[in-house]
């Protein structure tokens, strides 16, 4: 789990008028003691209500921790 950094920024990417949001994360290795930073796919509205934990999950890749993904399914689908 990796600690959630608040509040969400924006993406500096648009479609259509509409800006995308990504959640930020970071997350310490106790091995190497490094610090490592992570973003979300896009999200079409802004999350940080729905952020109600101090931690998010994100799975790494143990080989290349630039390789990982940001488990942000608990947050509600945007409506169409």
Do not use: C
Not at 56 to 63: A, C, E, K, T
């Amino acid at each position: 789990e990796a600690d959630v950094l608040l509040p969400s920024p924006p993406a500096n990417f648009r479609v259509n008028r509409r800006e995308a949001y990504v959640v930020r994360a970071q997350w310490k290795d106790p091995k190497s003691d490094q610090v490592h930073m992570f973003e979300s796919d896009y999200i079409w509205y802004f999350p940080d209500p729905y952020l109600t934990e101090k931690k998010i999950s994100v799975w790494i890749d143990p080989n290349n921790p630039k390789n990982y993904a940001v488990d942000v399914s608990f947050l509600p689908e945007r409506a169409s």
